[in-house]
């Protein structure tokens, strides 16, 4: 299997600073890290380092010379933030990535693990999509800017890899969802904003809900600690250039995910579609062949997995982001 990481897998007594260690995937990494044994976690909130700001990343690594990096920290969204905000997307995501990249790459960095997203790949891929598909169509037009922004920092890693040498990786998540999530009504992804739909809801008595677009693409969720699992097991085995996607493997139609959402919150009324809102890719299921070989299954049951964040987002919702 090409890949395989010949060199022992992390040592649990190295600083590893993770980007990013309060967002979604960021929290659940720390934790899987935590819970691991890893007993040197390095984390800024970006009020403590903004990193977009190129001197005071390079400030930070100087004085905190981590041996290892998981690279989270993102500006991300869902469809509407994504299609209204491309100037932020990708300015904001491009600048992280370069800071933080450079830097670790001046300060000696071994590991990094960089993190992108499933909007790489092009907008009419054949499914279920390939690593190799990358670059092989045109982007999906509501979040080009977003995904440019993460092809550019897959590009780095296999640059940083060519030119200094170092075990660098990028993995390919599908869509996220889980505890920490963003359950705002513009920004969200669409399971948390269903999650937040449905619970208002039911709380107010309403007859009817309105989701956007038709209901007809298709998404794949993955629960964020599966993700925090995968990331931990390629830092620990994976040493190729190519990016490895980090997925389920099955995906519903976003219809079949609204109902499942309203019967774990408890909501039976009408569910209408605004079909004014975007839709977005058809379809972004991503083959896990790749990962799977190196030894790699995700766990957590969907159902499962929305019960619990449903439960997490109930217990949270007055001190969440909404
Ligand atoms: O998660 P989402 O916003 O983004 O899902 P993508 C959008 C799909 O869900 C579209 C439908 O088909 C929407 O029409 N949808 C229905 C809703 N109701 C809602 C709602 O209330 N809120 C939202 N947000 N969607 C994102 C990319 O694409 O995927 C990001 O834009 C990133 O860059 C992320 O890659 C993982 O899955 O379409």
């Known amino acids: 299997m090409t890949g395989e990481y010949t060199q022992k897998s992390l040592d649990r007594s190295d600083a590893v600073y993770v980007a990013g260690h309060r967002g979604l995937v960021g929290s659940a990494i720390w934790r899987r890290l935590e819970a691991d044994g890893f007993n040197r976690l390095v984390g800024r909130t970006s009020a403590e380092l903004d990193l ?31 299609s209204t905000l491309p100037v932020d997307f990708i300015s904001d995501n491009l600048r992280i990535q370069v800071n933080v990249m450079d830097a670790a790459a ?13 909007c790489i790949y092009p907008k009419f891929a054949p499914q279920p999509i390939r690593e190799e598909y990358l670059l092989t169509g045109h982007l999906e037009p509501t979040n080009d800017a977003y995904a440019i922004a993460k092809i550019a920092g897959i590009l780095q890693v296999q640059a940083v890899r060519k030119q200094f040498g170092r075990p660098w990786i990028s993995a390919m998540p599908t869509n996220l969802y889980g505890p920490g999530d963003n359950f705002s009504a513009k920004g969200s992804h669409v399971l948390p904003a269903l999650i937040r739909r449905f619970d208002d809801a039911r709380r107010d008595g309403a007859a009817s809900v309105v989701n956007w677009g038709s209901g007809t693409p298709r998404r794949e969720f993955l629960h964020v600690d ?13 040493d190729g250039a190519e990016h490895v996607n980090v ?12 109902a499942i959402v309203a019967d774990e919150i408890g909501f039976d ?45 109930r217990q949270n919702v007055d001190s969440i982001r909404t």
């Open 247 to 258: 997925g389920t493997g099955e995906d519903q139609s976003i219809a079949e995910i609204s």
């Open 52 to 82: 977009r700001d190129r001197g005071a990343v390079f400030e930070f690594f100087a004085a905190e010379r981590p041996k290892n990096v998981v690279l989270a920290a993102a500006r991300v969204g869902g469809i509407l933030a994504n």
């Open 106 to 118: 001046e300060f000696d960095v071994d590991r990094l693990l960089f993190l992108g997203s499933s």
């Open 269 to 313: 009324g009408e569910i209408e579609w605004d079909h004014s809102k975007p839709d977005g890719t058809p379809r972004k299921l991503l083959d896990i062949g790749k990962l799977r070989d190196l030894g790699w299954q995700p766990r957590i049951d969907l159902r499962a997995g929305i019960a619990s964040t449903v439960e997490w987002y």
């Open 226 to 238: 599966d993700m925090a699992d995968a990331c931990l097991h390629l830092l620990d085995h994976y």
